[in-house]
């Protein structure tokens, strides 16, 4: 039952947005009185919350399984992550667009909690990055007087959150679409296969 009202409500929050969406909406839409429902979740807020961290924790997951299976480079990694990271978006377009829709809509508590959880997500990307740098893999374009590796990732991280346009019923193959996004996402950082013979230093600033 926790798992229908879940889904539930990111059908609800997804077409007529969180803030329109009432307990009573939700308990609706799964047959339950709203007592039932809290007796799986304490809050529209709490529900909001597993949603949003329910989706940080699958990503991670995933790409916690990459690095498990093994990669050849910074630059094989990084492909495997972004197209990752673009088909989850592709097979979840719903959660996904309420995860980081509304997630500014939680109370404090929460909301320090996933910033967090999204500050460390994206530094996973931000260290494949710089260690791709720092390694001849990739050179990055200057930004000013200096090279940006932070700015590139949160460039690329945004970049690959598909969600906002994708529809299934747009008849996109969501495994072109991850390819294309990873594809690109090398191209961002001018990608290599193999090791340049001049070491660039990334700055993180």
């Known amino acids: 039952m926790a798992e229908q009202i879940k889904e539930a409500a ?3 929050f997804f077409h007529n947005s969180f803030p329109a969406t009432s307990i009573r909406d939700i308990a609706s839409a799964c047959g ?40 050849k480079n910074s630059t094989d990694e990084l492909y495997k992550f972004i197209y990752a990271y673009t088909k989850f978006h592709t097979l979840n377009p719903h959660a996904s667009l309420v995860a980081n829709t509304y997630f500014e809509f939680l109370t404090e508590d929460y909301r320090n909690r996933v910033h967090k959880e ?3 997500f994206r530094k996973v990307f931000e260290d494949v990055i710089a260690k791709g740098v720092d390694e001849g893999y990739f050179e990055l374009a200057p930004i000013g007087n200096k ?13 690959v959150r598909v969600a906002e346009w994708y529809k299934p019923e747009l ?9 294309f996004y990873a594809s690109l996402a090398l191209r961002m ?14 700055s993180l600033s």
Do not use: C, F, W
Request: aromatic residues 4%.
């Open 10 to 12: 990111i059908e609800l």
């Open 32 to 71: 339950v009185t709203p007592g039932a429902l809290y007796n799986h979740y304490s809050s529209k807020d709490e529900l909001l919350y597993v949603i949003v961290n329910q989706s940080i924790v699958a990503l991670s997951s995933e790409l916690d399984a990459i690095r498990a299976q093994g990669v």
């Open 118 to 120: 999204r500050v460390r």
């Open 147 to 159: 090279q940006s590796v932070r700015r590139v990732t949160i460039a690329m991280v945004d970049m």
């Open 171 to 179: 008849g996109y193959d969501p495994s072109e679409i991850a390819d």
């Open 189 to 202: 950082v001018n990608a290599k296969r193999k090791k340049s013979s001049r070491k660039v230093v990334a």
